[in-house]
């Protein structure tokens, strides 16, 4: 049974940075690619960020590119989430997922994700 739990949300002071885990269990974390959802009050649930299997392919959203990165333990078996120069905007509630599939490269729709977090919220104050 996979299991995703996320950490390291919480408040945070717009320019401010926080970063965000996801410690995965129940099957080989170094096949499958990971990426980051969040979801605003009121808002579609809306695609953050994708790392490949092995770390070497990221993805990002228009919206935090630049800002945001992502990276993988595939010792630990988790990927974070660094978020630097929070925005208002940012704030939300993320959540790690993990791709259906052990396919390479990443993938920005949540679609290809099968499992899923509890999601942390993340406030960000201005």
């Known amino acids: 049974q996979v299991q995703l739990v996320e950490s390291g949300g919480g408040l945070g002071q717009a320019g401010g940075s926080l970063r965000l885990s996801c410690a995965a269990s129940?099957?080989?974390?170094?096949?499958?690619?990971m990426g980051w959802f969040r979801q605003a009050p009121g808002k579609e649930r809306e695609f953050v960020a994708a790392?490949?299997?092995?770390?070497?392919?990221?993805d990002f959203a228009a919206s935090v590119k630049g800002r945001f990165t992502i990276f993988r333990d595939n010792v630990k078996n988790t990927v974070y989430l660094q978020m630097s120069n929070l925005k208002p905007e940012d704030t939300a509630v993320y959540y790690c997922?993990?791709?259906?599939?052990?396919?390479?490269?990443?993938?920005?729709?949540?679609?290809?994700?099968?499992?899923w977090g509890q999601g942390t919220q993340v406030t960000v104050s201005s």
């Open positions: 790392i490949s299997w092995g770390g070497s392919s990221t």
């Open positions: 129940g099957r080989p974390f170094s096949h499958y690619g």
């Open positions: 997922a993990q791709r259906r599939t052990a396919s390479s490269g990443t993938s920005v729709s949540d679609q290809e994700y099968e499992y």
